[in-house]
T-cell receptor
């Protein structure tokens, strides 16, 4: 089945630890995005990538890092520098880079700091 | 930076009503505008995509319009059903830097 897969669904992090959230797509999409969603709020853009080996910061990139070594994969690392990481994280992809196509989302990863 | 606003933040209607959700944006240099549905604790499901050159798109009971010059889009839901209860979000993809930005959403409740 074609689609976009996020893993794990739930993730628990201790204070001071780095954690990596996985996002994989088999849609042959060039563009990929990471968003953070806090309760009752909309989606805020963390990072996005229009092509392999290239990515741009969104509005809230501090404390996060990404890589885009393969077209299919866009992992997000939440570092210990992110002071309030508890949130719902969503990954999306679209055909891009012109952006003139439909975007698809994964089912999200819920990260909790314990 | 593109700012996307959705009004109202929440809406409760009886089953069978027709309703309109509103989305406004500040920068009209967009490739497209997309409407999504989100159920609690889930990812987003794409409902309709309107390209910048289009005025509207329809899918079943849903109709979305786009007026780029005024920075507005509406999502019209006909004959609402309890299964339509969800949060509806709109997003624009910017022509200048290809980022996709969202409104805060409208939480819809359709009462049986």
């Amino acid at each position: 089945d074609g689609g976009i897969t996020q893993s794990p669904k739930y993730l628990f992090r201790k204070e001071g630890q780095n954690v990596t959230l996985s996002c994989e797509q088999n849609l042959n999409h060039d563009a990929m995005y990471w968003y953070r969603q806090d309760p009752g709020q909309g989606l805020r853009l963390i990072y996005y990538s229009q092509i392999v080996n290239d990515f741009q910061k969104g509005d809230i990139a501090e404390g996060y890092s990404v890589s885009r070594e393969k077209k299919e994969s866009f992992p997000l690392t939440v570092t210990s520098a992110q002071k309030n990481p508890t949130a719902f994280y969503l990954c999306a992809s679209s055909l891009g880079p012109q952006g003139n196509t439909e975007a698809f989302f994964g089912q999200g990863t819920r990260l909790t700091v314990v | 930076k593109q700012e996307v606003t959705q009004i109202p933040a929440a809406l409760s209607v009886p089953e069978g009503e027709n309703l309109v959700l509103n989305c406004s944006f500040t920068d009209s240099a967009i490739y497209n505008l997309q409407w999504f549905r989100q159920d609690p604790g889930k990812g987003l499901t794409s409902l309709l995509l309107i390209q910048s050159s289009q005025r509207e798109q329809t899918s079943g009971r849903l109709n979305a319009s786009l007026d780029k010059s005024s920075g507005r889009s509406t999502l019209y839901i006909a004959a609402s059903q309890p299964g339509d209860s969800a949060t509806y979000l709109c997003a624009t993809t910017s022509y200048n830097n290809n980022d996709m930005r969202f409104g805060a959403g409208t939480r819809l409740t359709v009462k049986p």
